[in-house]
């Protein structure tokens, strides 16, 4: 299990300014790899009204399961490694564990487990690089018939975070194209949809 506070600033990219970051930061398809993220939320949305993100990541070599909470800054994000047949059984029935660290954050927050179910999914294809300032992740992201790219830097510090965000976008030539997380661009995307 870990706790911990994210701080991170994003900007949506076109193809061509996608391409062009790859390009700057010498990146190649062996950079890159697959995560999957499920979303849940209760039909009443109960976690959707107070902000919070919950997930369960499938990634190459492991998955875990993430609860994000607002902050005054940031994200607290609390984490819990999951087996892979763990994280198949809640995303394929919505049975999550009664243990660990995102279940007890769960019952504090008055949600119960039982309430929630999958309400959708978003495959991302990632690269992530470590620089001076943060770390980078580029990212192609598909969901609901929708295909985007975004860039993101996640730092230690809001404020000297926040400058250096904006100094790499001028490296870059990029203009800052603020966006809904992912859980919000996949959400908006289904009521397109539906």
Same mark, same amino acid.
């Given at each position: 299990?870990?706790?911990?506070?994210?701080?991170?600033?994003?900007? !949506?990219?076109?193809?061509?300014?996608?391409?062009? /970051?790859?390009?700057?930061?010498?990146?190649?398809?062996?950079?890159?790899? /697959?995560?999957?993220?499920?979303?849940?939320?209760?039909?009443?949305?109960?976690?959707?009204?107070?902000?919070?993100?919950? &997930?369960?990541?499938?990634?190459?070599?492991? @998955?875990?399961?993430? !609860? #994000?909470?607002?902050?005054?800054?940031?994200?607290?994000?609390?984490?819990? @490694?999951?087996?892979?047949?763990? @994280?198949?059984?809640?995303?394929?029935?919505? /049975?999550?564990?009664?243990?660990?660290?995102?279940?007890? #954050?769960? !019952?504090?927050?008055?949600?119960?487990?039982?309430?929630?179910?999958?309400?959708?999914?978003?495959?991302?294809? &990632? @690269?992530?690089?470590?620089?001076?300032?943060?770390?980078?992740?580029?990212?192609?992201?598909?969901?609901?018939?929708?295909?985007?790219?975004?860039?993101?830097?996640?730092?230690?510090?809001?404020?000297?975070? &926040?400058?250096?965000?904006?100094?790499?976008?001028?490296?870059?030539?990029?203009?800052?194209?603020?966006?809904?997380?992912?859980?919000? &661009?996949?959400?908006?995307?289904?009521?397109?949809?539906?």
């Amino acid at each position: 299990m870990s706790e911990n506070l994210e701080i991170e600033f994003k900007t !949506l990219l076109s193809k061509k300014e996608f391409s062009h /970051t790859v390009d700057y930061f010498q990146l190649n398809e062996n950079h890159f790899f /697959t995560q999957v993220n499920h979303y849940f939320d209760s039909d009443d949305f109960q976690l959707k009204k107070r902000k919070i993100g919950l &997930r369960v990541r499938i990634l190459p070599n492991n @998955a875990e399961i993430t !609860l #994000k909470i607002p902050e005054k800054v940031g994200l607290l994000e609390i984490n819990d @490694a999951l087996s892979f047949e763990e @994280a198949q059984t809640i995303v394929q029935s919505a /049975t999550f564990p009664d243990h660990g660290n995102v279940y007890k #954050k769960l !019952l504090t927050l008055g949600i119960n487990k039982d309430d929630l179910r999958l309400i959708g999914s978003l495959t991302t294809k &990632r @690269a992530e690089k470590k620089l001076p300032q943060g770390l980078l992740a580029l990212d192609e992201s598909w969901y609901n018939e929708q295909h985007d790219f975004e860039l993101e830097l996640e730092v230690d510090d809001a404020a000297v975070g &926040r400058k250096n965000f904006l100094s790499l976008l001028n490296t870059l030539n990029l203009k800052e194209c603020p966006s809904p997380n992912k859980i919000q &661009r996949m959400m908006l995307s289904s009521k397109k949809k539906n």
